[in-house]
């Protein structure tokens, strides 16, 4: 079993990819959203509820992840912007061509309300010893994505289960 | 399609094996591609069908994952009524949602809990269906009103521990 390099171990427990939503949340993705479930939640629709229930609007909270997926297209931008790019690293450094992705747990925090610019970072929590599964040999690993708001409450923290591998030769 | 009212369900009426009112939709394209696009997934397998069948091997497009996510709360919800908020949400992909796919969501109460802040919660076992298959299995974390003057939206910092 191969050694973890020293530079993924120092990852661990790191604060990396700090970094800024590029739009304020705002209502007409969350009506767009809506309708695209046809969830009648008036907390979305209804502003009356929404005051007398959350002190306002606010988004659903399964939408966290929308606010930081890059534009299709952005002026100057010259190579694609990858979500979850620690994920990436770890493929690279640990020399594993594939990987996939095994589980998803998102634990919600504040709500998330038009007008707010959230803040994202990544921070690599675990990486397995190697295994070996039908899929190929690799390591799991754990990543955790934080969001807040810019008041610095946090609104939600997503963990990722990947695991990378290369396939049987 | 029903959608949820302005009334709330309470905590003392929420019991362990309780079973969730079942949803079931017609999917269409339409409803694969304005559930990406809403989510800002513009990856073409959500959209093109060409690309879908040649890339990714599948027959078709198909949903993408954080609008399955959204389904699952809007599904959620519509048994909680508004006060009903998502503390925690876990789920796992098991297979693909097509064009012409009708899905079934279903759940069950696992588990029912005050918790030492007083804030009460239902954990669910929730499934997408489609037909015999299963797409999707999600558990739920949602907190309720324990009173109809308590409010779970209400809570912050300390007293609220999803």
Redesign the interface.
């Given at each position: 079993m191969s050694e973890l390099p020293g530079e993924v171990q120092d990852w661990i427990g790191q604060v990396r990819y700090e970094e800024t939503g590029e739009f304020d949340v705002e209502r007409g993705?969350v009506f767009?959203?809506?309708?695209?479930?046809?969830?009648?939640?008036?907390?979305f629709w209804?502003d009356e509820?929404a005051a007398e229930?959350?002190?306002g609007p606010i988004a659903?909270?399964?939408?966290i992840?929308?606010w930081f997926?890059p534009h299709?297209w952005a002026p100057g931008r010259t190579k694609e912007a990858l979500p979850l790019q620690v994920h990436f690293d770890l493929k690279e450094a640990l020399g594993l061509p594939e990987a996939v992705m095994?589980?998803?747990?998102?634990?919600?925090?504040?709500?998330v309300r038009p007008g707010d610019r959230l803040c994202t970072h990544q921070v690599l929590r675990s990486v397995s010893d190697e295994k070996a599964t039908k899929l190929g040999t690799g390591r799991f690993w754990v990543i955790d994505v934080e969001y807040a708001n810019q008041r610095g409450e946090l609104v939600g923290r997503e963990t990722w289960t990947g695991f990378g591998y290369r396939r049987p030769t | 399609?029903t959608?949820?009212?302005?009334t709330s369900l309470l905590h003392g009426t929420v019991h362990e094996g309780d079973e969730l009112p079942e949803l079931s939709?017609d999917v269409t394209a339409t409803?694969i591609v304005?559930?990406a696009?809403?989510?800002?997934?513009?990856r073409p397998m959500h959209h093109d069908k060409d690309f879908a069948i040649e890339r990714n091997g599948t027959k078709d497009i198909f949903m993408n994952?954080?609008?399955q996510?959204?389904?699952?709360?809007?599904f959620v919800?519509?048994w909680t009524g508004?006060?009903g908020?998502?503390?925690?949400?876990?789920?796992?992909i098991r297979d693909s949602v097509f064009p012409g796919d009708t899905m079934t969501f279903a759940g069950t109460v696992e588990k029912v809990e005050l918790d030492e802040r007083d804030c009460g919660w239902a954990e669910l076992a929730l499934v997408l269906r489609v037909g015999d298959r299963v797409a999707s299995e999600c558990n739920a974390r949602v907190a309720v009103p324990v009173r109809e003057d308590d409010?779970p939206?209400d809570r912050?910092g300390g007293d609220?521990q999803?």
């Open positions: 993705y767009t959203s809506c309708a695209s479930v046809e969830n009648g939640n008036p907390l209804d509820v229930l959350t002190g659903p909270p399964t939408m992840s929308v997926r299709a095994t589980g998803n747990e998102v634990v919600f925090g504040e709500p | 399609m959608t949820a009212s302005t939709v409803t304005l559930g696009l809403a989510s800002r997934d513009w994952a954080p609008n996510a959204l389904w699952f709360e809007r919800t519509d508004p006060k908020r998502l503390g925690r949400l876990r789920f796992r409010n939206w912050h609220w999803p």
